[in-house]
């Protein structure tokens, strides 16, 4: 029998697993020793190196100092530590080109924030004065628009009362000759109770005091609170240049019978020394008339009743021949019934400037006559309000 037993000896293939193993522990082996030859390499090739042997507290120094720098309080102290914060910058540098670059910008830009905190936090004594003065500037247009009722209204009679204690409406309606009315719709009052102290406008006779609103025109707000006057009448009384009005302007409206009928006139005669001979609103011929007729002599002038400029030359139905004129706020005047025009469209006129010639005869009147007619923004108004004949 041989040296080893039957069961001492090993299976069959136990030798070459044995050898194969040992095959791939030392491949591996290689291939670790391989990798991490590559990343040596690697390290080598891509890593910088330091030519300057010294630490790397210097820059972390130049860094940490900067943010320090807002807290200077003085100029003088603030040049003396930026100094050294540019040449670290500099040693920086030298020790990494690559990334210091971008360390540098960032302490240039601290370095100007901390610059500028004195220029914004330090306000000299002059500038201080110089703000003042500015407020006062600002201040005092406040008190000059402050609003003053006697201002508003004094220019037409207007004055004022400060209620005193035990004053009643009724006292000051009877103190003053006025209506209570009068007294609540000019002041805006929303009752009779009164306060000690109160200003209250006092008109100088009995009337409205009105609030425009939005699509109003003067006309219809007078007519509907004292037909006896017109639109030009209240204007005038009112102080105003014309009738046209804004939302929420103030219009004083006197009461019926407390003046005269007629104070103003837009218009001048078309017809000098020509005669009325039918009137607004008659009926001519089964129509009613949009105007009035003014009669003179065959052959006389019409002229412009008032400043304008001429916007249409054209043939009426009724009247033949016209002219139409117009003049500022919204007015318009239209002349029928001519015989010649002497004027051409948009010419400019002036009032009493020759603008045609009426004709030896009509058809619808007994002798010579011009057809004078006014519109405010297209609405007829009688021009025997508007005119002086």
Not at 15 to 22: I, K, T, V
Not at 301 to 307: E, G, L, M, Q, T
């Amino acid at each position: 029998m041989s040296r080893y037993s039957y069961d001492d000896m090993p299976p069959e293939g136990y030798r070459e697993r044995r050898r194969g193993n040992g095959r791939m522990t030392a491949a591996i082996a290689a291939i670790g020793v391989l990798l991490t030859l590559i990343a040596i390499i690697i390290y080598l090739l891509f890593t910088p190196h330091n030519t300057v042997n010294e630490s790397p507290e210097p820059a972390i120094e130049a860094v940490s100092a900067t943010p320090a720098e807002p807290e200077i309080i003085t100029p003088a102290e603030r040049k003396v530590e930026t100094v050294p914060a540019a040449s670290e910058v500099e040693t920086a540098e030298i020790e990494t080109p690559e990334t210091e670059e971008i360390r540098e910008e960032e302490i240039v830009s601290e370095v100007a924030e901390a610059e500028t905190v004195p220029a914004v936090t330090e306000v000299p004594e002059t500038e201080t004065e110089e703000i003042g003065i500015i407020e006062d500037i600002v201040a005092e247009p406040a008190e000059e628009t402050a609003y003053d009722p006697l201002l508003r209204f004094q220019e037409m009679g207007f004055s004022s009362y400060e209620v005193k204690n035990g004053d009643t409406l009724q006292s000051i309606a009877d103190t003053t000759g006025l209506s209570m009315t009068t007294l609540v719709s000019v002041n805006k009052l929303k009752g009779t109770a009164l306060e000690s102290g109160t200003m209250l406008l006092i008109p100088p006779v009995e009337g409205t005091l009105y609030t425009m609103e939005e699509g109003d025109d003067l006309a219809s707000v007078v007519s509907a609170r004292n037909p006896q006057l017109t639109a030009s009448d209240v204007a005038l009384y009112n102080k105003k240049e014309s009738t046209a009005c804004i939302p929420g302007e103030e219009i004083f409206i006197p009461a019926p019978g407390t003046v005269e009928e007629t104070v103003s006139y837009m218009f001048s005669s078309p017809l000098p020394g020509g005669e009325i001979i039918a009137r607004f609103g008659d009926y001519i011929d089964g129509q009613p008339l949009d105007g009035v007729a003014v009669a003179a002599a065959p052959g006389s002038a019409v002229v412009a009743a008032s400043d304008g400029t001429v916007v249409d030359i054209f043939a009426d139905p009724e009247f033949g021949r016209s002219v139409k004129l117009l003049h500022s706020d919204g007015y318009t005047s239209s002349y029928s019934a001519l015989e010649t025009v002497s004027v051409k469209v948009s010419q400019k006129v002036n009032a009493g400037n020759i603008i045609g010639a009426i004709g030896t005869s009509n058809l619808h009147f007994s002798e010579p006559a011009v057809v004078f007619s006014v519109e405010q923004n297209g609405v007829p108004l009688d021009p025997v309000n508007l005119t002086q004949f």
